[in-house]
């Protein structure tokens, strides 16, 4: 199928959402512009398909080669995913200090987890959508968001009791 | 104790600070553009390597009425090739086989015509008699006075109108010519249908 113009328009509308949503789900600039053309070209590929829901397809196939990367990387040994995402922050206060550490503990999350959060509240993705992108019932997104909620506020938790150690020492 | 709103909001306005400066640093629709093209010649050449194996009844076609064949679409086989790639394959000149298109039919009745070449077959899709019928030569020469034609998905084809028929030569995978006459006013898209890349 000839790619027309409306692909063009899709492109330029929704790669830099789709840029983000990579990026938070590998937590790697480089991995994700490449995450974001290949899901683009397979966007293209099948665009006879697509075209009716362009953003929600070219989501679906970002976060299958997401799921592609976790799962090879789990038969790598263990890198340090989150560099990129704290040096972006510069602490100014409270409020930023505390963003500044829930990104790193975002990246220690399980997959799933992750890529649940990032859909959810960074592309605002009601509980269907995220499930669509996912593949999974509606039913386990809502248990995925709540379990990465509670084990985010743990792991929260547990920092802030690191820092208080710490500054007593 | 953070709630799940608060939480959430922590998110959001995290992932914004996180992503603000995150955008895309080439041409994405011309980097995608470049190479969808790629990656399209490239299917394409290898299915132009890859005989159709369903369409391989070697030897026989059918040609399907002009009011019949109307109905009728190429198969995918035959029309995938109509970009052909630049690459070294299509340096060389393209070979076919005649075959039958089995969505049209399967072929009941085979005749030699009297006046035919060794090489020469009548077909007809189910009974002999139906009026459904074709005239294939599988190995023969190119005619003086046939003209290059253009039909999509074929190249290096030639053809001549005599009447109320027509004949289109391809070149075959022996070396020769396989011929091809149906009705004049067969669709190309339904004569496309009959000739399949020889390997």
């Known amino acids: 199928m ?84 704290e040096l972006q922050l510069e602490p100014e206060d409270a409020q930023i200090v505390l963003r500044h550490t829930l990104l790193p503990l975002l990246m220690s999350l399980p997959a799933r987890q992750r890529a649940v959060l990032t859909l959810r509240y960074l592309d605002d993705l009601s509980v269907e959508e995220t499930a669509a992108a996912l593949g999974c019932s509606g039913g386990t997104v809502k248990s995925q968001t709540h379990d990465a909620l509670n084990r985010l506020r743990t792991l929260l938790a547990e920092d802030t009791l690191k820092e208080i150690n710490h500054a007593d020492r | 104790m953070l709630t799940d709103d608060n939480l959430a909001d922590l998110l959001r306005s995290s992932f914004a600070d996180a992503t603000k400066t995150v955008t895309p640093t080439t041409d994405l629709v011309s980097t995608v553009r470049r190479k969808h093209v790629a990656a399209q010649r490239r299917r394409v050449a290898v299915r132009v390597g890859v005989p159709a194996v369903a369409a391989a009844s070697v030897g026989v076609a ?18 995938v090739s109509t970009p052909l ?105 339904d004569i496309a249908a009959f000739f399949t890349p020889a390997s």
């Open chain 1, 2 to 85: 000839q790619l027309g113009t409306d692909f063009d328009d899709f492109v330029r509308v929704a790669s830099p959402g789709l840029l983000r949503t990579a990026f938070l789900l590998c937590g790697d600039r480089g991995h994700a512009e490449d995450m974001v053309q290949t899901a683009l070209l397979r966007t293209a590929r099948r665009w006879s398909t697509a075209h009716a829901q362009p953003v929600a397809y070219a989501r679906r196939v970002l976060v299958n080669l997401a799921k592609d990367r976790w799962r090879d990387r789990a038969r790598r040994p263990l890198e340090h995913e989150s560099a990129e995402l």
């Open chain 2, 62 to 79: 059918l040609a399907v009425p002009a009011q019949h064949a109307a109905t009728h679409r190429a198969p995918q086989a035959a029309r």
């Open chain 2, 85 to 189: 790639p630049i690459s070294s394959s299509n340096l060389a000149q393209a070979s076919y086989r005649v075959a039958f298109p089995q969505k049209f039919g399967t072929v009941g009745c085979v005749e030699r015509p009297a006046s035919g070449q060794a090489s020469t077959w009548l077909l007809e899709a189910g009974n002999c008699g139906s009026g459904v019928s074709a005239v294939i030569t599988t190995d023969t020469s190119l005619p003086a006075d046939a003209k290059p034609i253009a039909i999509d998905g074929l190249t290096g084809v030639y053809g001549r109108t005599d009447g109320d028929t027509r004949t289109v030569w391809a070149h075959n995978d022996r070396g020769s010519y396989s011929a091809l006459t149906v009705n004049a006013s067969t669709p190309d898209s």
